[in-house]
């Protein structure tokens, strides 16, 4: 019998503390959250493994340190509602909800959507909404919100995205078309409306399609 908790403990010490994250909001989230559930049955051995693993519909559940610098860039406080961008399985929405007020999801997928809500559901996340739509539109009757994370690489920031985004709000987000040459970046949005961008590293994301993202054609 494999002991996940054990493997989350070893992923959080030695994926995580090890690389620097500090917030204890994220750490603990990450703790909590059963990542074997939202991988593929053939991958469940896997699920603490420091590197990104596939889903269907050539998508990709991000590896534990990449969840965690994301979320912990972002900023998040009890308070806040986050639009998560790129569903996937539902393990980033998982591990956000364990901290924030509330979460909306959005998946392109209709499929991956419907099976990250599924798991979601049963493991109790009543505070993360998934829905299906183009998420480069953002969510605007939702809108605004606290903070935006996306676990895909876009040219630049949606300018939906800074509309819908509070005052002190944040964006963290991949950007670049090259497959191999994206950038994750912090984006403040100060009192006036003005984008503060602060660069954290050299990334690897699935493309963010859509109507201010990458075209799909």
Do not use: C
């Not at 750490?27 to 469940?44: I, T, Y």
């Amino acid at each position: 019998m494999v002991d996940f908790r054990m493997l989350r403990e070893q992923m959080v010490s030695e994926q995580l503390v090890a690389r620097g994250v500090a917030d204890d909001l994220v750490l603990n989230a990450m703790r909590r959250v059963p990542r074997e559930e939202f991988v593929r049955p053939s991958s469940r051995m896997n699920a603490y493994d420091d590197h990104p693993l596939q889903l269907d519909h050539g998508q990709t559940i991000s590896q534990p340190y990449i969840v965690a610098l994301t979320l912990e860039a972002a900023a998040l406080t009890p308070e806040d509602v986050l639009l998560d961008v790129g569903t996937g399985s539902g393990y980033a929405a998982a591990v956000a909800a364990e901290v924030v007020r509330r979460v909306i999801s959005i998946e392109r997928h209709a499929a991956l959507a419907e099976t990250a809500r599924a798991v979601l559901k049963r493991l109790g996340y009543s505070t993360v909404d998934v829905v299906v739509g183009d998420g480069t539109l953002g969510y605007p009757s939702e809108a605004p919100f606290d903070a935006i994370v996306a676990a895909a690489a876009g040219p630049k920031i949606p300018a939906p995205w800074v509309e819908q985004l509070r005052a002190n709000g944040r964006i963290v987000m991949p950007v670049g078309e090259q497959r191999f040459g994206q950038t994750l970046i912090r984006a403040l949005k100060d009192p006036s409306g003005a984008i503060r961008r602060q660069t954290l590293g050299a990334v690897t994301f699935v493309p963010l399609i859509g109507e201010h993202g990458i075209s799909d054609r």
